[in-house]
Nanobody, 124 residues
């Protein structure tokens, strides 16, 4: 069984920064395939950033502001969020273990394991 535990959410003013962490335990098909997703009130969950062993992918809305990374020794996924905007307000989830051929997909349908989520609130 895989467990994912997010931390690092909070409230910041626009232009500020936060770093989210996701500690993973257990074995997945590929330890390299993970992602960050978010869901704002009244909106569908969207893929923010994903990472595979050789690439990262980002939603257009966060490119140049967010950076996804992973420390394989610590089995921890990170999301560095800079220049935050009010529209970034959402619950952020980390997810793991899509089918290996779909590693890096930003479609939440494919991810097997999910964390409990951490709230990010950006005020103007």
């Amino acid at each position: 069984q895989v467990q994912l535990v997010e931390s690092g959410g909070g409230s910041v003013q626009a232009g500020g920064s936060l770093r989210l962490s996701c500690a993973a335990s257990g074995r997945t098909s590929s330890k390299y395939c993970m992602g960050w997703f978010r869901q704002a009130p009244g909106k569908e969950r969207e893929g923010v950033a994903t990472i595979s062993d050789d690439s990262t992918k980002y939603a257009d809305s966060v490119k140049g502001r967010f950076t996804i990374s992973k420390d394989n020794d610590k089995n921890t996924l990170y999301l560095q969020m800079n220049s935050l905007k009010p529209e970034d307000t959402a619950i952020y989830y980390c997810a793991a273990d899509p089918p290996v051929p779909l590693c890096g997909s930003r479609n939440d349908y494919w991810y097997k394991y999910w964390g409990q989520g951490t709230q990010v609130t950006v005020s103007s």
